[in-house]
């Protein structure tokens, strides 16, 4: 196992809108290449464009190796698995000879800071894989760390509040819950693409809507990750005060927002 730490100029909400994709991340390992995920509806794998109802289910191509000889492996991996102050991935090949598993912890410093914590585990059923793989157990995880996720947050990561879009305010409230929420919901109905942002006592919500419809509500509440349908009900029933702005937005800024 390897782990490591960095410090990013970013809020943790920003961290996880990362972390919590999948194809986000294993396009930083650069090593996971998912070709299939698991449809709800359907009970099997399917490619992303057969899509209906995604699972955190993968089946996906491990290429590992040197510049003189790769290889590549099938397997699956399974993620995020979502805990307080953490976020986790794992995989292996099919052939149960290979397994890894990564885990983010996230602390938050200040509002615009997130010391971020980054800890591997690859692990090996025989030593031919070494050969294979050109790298040791210990090796690969400190490659994965400080080859791939260590550079990304250093030199490409760009906090979701730095993405210039072409956003109009249209609406902002403060005060008890019931008067925000309701504000909220006449909003709703009135957009066509935007997004609304929410925060309260250790609460920060975001919802996406397109069409007039909620496509998209995150919700953290504390270090407590919510999404659709949890987060919404976290929303609805939150009880404090409260600060909303509402942002219309053009349709093609909207969709890339959602991508993040």
Sequence with gaps: MYRNEIVINAGRSSLLGV???????????????????????KGDYVTPEFLNSPE?????????????????????MVGP??????VKYKGGTFDGKFEW?????????????????????????????????????????????????????????????????????IASEEGEANEVIAKFKEIVPKLEAGMIKISGK????????INKDIRRVTCLAGNDLKTGSDALSLLLLYNGELKMKAYQLQLEDLIEKIEE
């Design 81 to 86: 698995e979502i805990f307080p102050g953490e």
């Design 101 to 169: 598993e990564v885990s983010f912890f996230l602390t938050p410093i200040d509002d615009n800071k997130t010391r971020l914590s980054i800890s591997v585990n690859a692990k090996y059923k025989t030593s031919m894989l070494a050969r294979i793989f050109g790298r040791s157990e210990f090796d690969l995880a400190f490659h994965i760390v400080e080859g791939h996720f260590i550079p990304f947050f250093k030199f490409y990561f760009k906090p979701s509040e730095e993405i210039e879009v072409n956003k109009i305010e």
């Design 56 to 76: 955190d289910d993968f089946q996906v191509a491990y290429v590992f190796g040197t510049p003189e000889n790769y290889n590549v492996s099938l397997g699956y």
């Design 202 to 209: 250790n609460l920060e919500c975001l919802v996406i809507v």
């Design 19 to 41: 972390l919590t994709n999948p194809f986000f991340i294993s396009g930083i390992v650069g090593h996971v290449g998912i070709l299939r995920v698991k449809d709800k509806q």
